[in-house]
C-alpha cells in the first residue's frame, strides 16, 4: 500500500484548467471499509459540469472529481475482514465523488468483483453508461423486442452504451454519429443503420423514418438541442422521447408534436432514482454484470489519459473528439 495518494482536487467551480494535482497522506482506512489501489477511473460528461459548478447539485469544494474507479484490494478493514473480500483481489467501486485518485476507500458492501471479460479500462467505465441505458430502455421505456429505436450522440460512451442494450434487448437500432470511426464502433455493437449527424436535423429526422420504414419506435436522446426537438417528429404512434441529457441544450419540445400521434415524453434519471432505489439498482448492475461476463453486451474500450492530465481528458469529451469513453491511469 503507498503511503502518499494522488488525486485531481476541483479547489473552486472554475474552468477545467484550474484542477489541481496533490499528493497526501493515506488517511486511515475507515470502520466497514476497504482501500483500493485504482487501476483506472471513468472519466464522464458530468464530471465536467460538477468541476465547472453547471451541473444541478454543486458538492462542497474543494473535492475529487470522479465516480467510477476500478483496482485491487490493499487493505480491509478489520470489523468486514470476514466480508469475503481477500488482499489483491480486482474489484469495481462506485464512490460517488473521489475516483481521480490513486486510492480509494469505499464500504466494503458496496464494492462489486470483475468477472475476467472486463479489462481494467472497460470495467472504471461501463457503469453510468450502462446503468442509464439499462434503465431507460427497461425500466422507464419498457421497450418490446422488434421496434425501432434512434440513438442520437451514438460515438459518445453514453450513445454506444445504449446502442448495445438496444441490441441486446432486440431492438433494431439507428445510430446517429458524427464520423466515420464513431460510426464503426455503433455498428460493431449492433446498429443497423447509421446516420451522419453533421447532416441538418431535418435530414437525420427524415433518414431515420426511411431507415425504419415510416417512423421510429423510441429516440433515445443525451444530445438535445434543435437535433431532439426535430427527432421528436421522426416518432410514430404511441412513440417515446425518452431524454437522457442536453449537451448542445435543452430542446423546445412543441406540445402539439407530442399531442399528434399520442406520444410520449419519458424523463431518464438513472443517478436520482439509483439513490433512491440501491436494491433495486443492485438488481440491475447485477444483470447487466451477467450480461457482459456472457458476452451479450461489450462495453468499449476506452481511451486513456494519465490522472494529471484529467482536465484534458474531459475537455476532450466536452468537445466531442474521443469515440466512445475515457479512462484516467494513475
Not at 21 to 50: H, Q, S, W, Y
Not at 148 to 154: C, K
Not at 167 to 174: E, P
Not at 312 to 322: G, N
Amino acid at each position: 500500500m503507498s503511503s502518499v495518494v494522488r488525486s485531481i482536487v476541483c479547489q473552486e467551480f472554475a474552468p477545467l484548467d484550474r484542477l489541481v494535482l496533490e499528493e497526501k497522506p493515506a488517511p486511515d482506512l475507515f470502520p466497514g471499509c476497504v482501500r483500493i489501489d485504482v487501476t483506472a477511473c471513468g472519466v464522464n460528461f458530468v464530471d465536467a459540469l460538477f468541476v465547472q459548478g453547471k451541473y444541478q447539485i454543486k458538492p462542497p469544494v474543494p473535492f475529487v472529481p470522479g465516480m467510477e474507479v476500478v483496482g485491487r484490494v490493499s487493505e480491509i478493514a478489520a470489523d468486514v475482514a470476514d466480508s469475503g473480500v481477500t488482499i489483491g483481489q480486482r474489484v469495481f467501486a462506485n464512490v460517488g465523488l473521489g475516483g481521480f485518485s490513486s486510492q480509494a476507500m469505499v464500504a466494503a458492501k458496496r464494492i462489486t468483483p470483475l468477472p475476467d471479460t472486463l479489462s481494467d479500462g472497460q470495467a472504471a467505465t461501463f457503469m453510468q453508461s450502462y446503468l442509464t441505458a439499462w434503465f431507460a430502455l427497461v425500466e422507464r421505456a419498457r421497450v418490446e423486442s422488434g421496434r425501432w429505436l434512434l440513438v442520437l450522440g451514438a460515438g459518445s460512451g453514453v450513445g454506444l452504451a445504449a446502442v448495445d442494450v438496444g441490441r441486446a434487448l432486440g431492438l433494431r437500432v439507428i445510430a446517429v454519429a458524427s464520423t466515420e470511426e464513431k460510426r464503426r464502433f455503433a455498428t460493431e455493437r449492433g446498429a443497423e443503420a447509421t446516420i451522419d449527424s453533421t447532416l441538418s436535423a431535418d435530414e437525420i429526422k427524415e433518414l431515420a423514418k426511411s431507415l425504419s420504414g415510416g417512423a421510429i419506435d423510441y429516440l433515445y436522446d443525451p444530445v438535445g438541442g434543435e437535433v431532439g426537438e426535430t427527432c421528436l417528429r421522426a416518432l410514430g404512434d404511441d412513440g417515446q422521447y425518452l431524454v437522457i441529457g442536453f449537451v448542445a441544450g435543452i430542446p423546445k419540445l412543441p406540445a402539439n408534436q407530442v399531442l399528434l400521434r399520442n406520444r410520449r415524453i419519458t424523463g431518464v434519471d438513472w443517478g436520482g432514482w439509483a439513490g433512491k432505489n440501491p436494491e433495486r439498482n443492485n438488481a440491475m448492475l447485477a444483470e447487466v454484470m451477467k450480461l457482459i461476463a456472457r458476452g451479450e453486451l461489450r462495453p468499449v474500450e476506452p481511451v486513456a489519459y494519465p490522472l494529471e492530465r484529467a482536465a484534458d481528458a474531459l475537455r476532450d469529451l466536452e468537445d466531442r473528439k474521443v469515440a466512445g469513453k475515457i479512462a484516467l491511469v494513475p
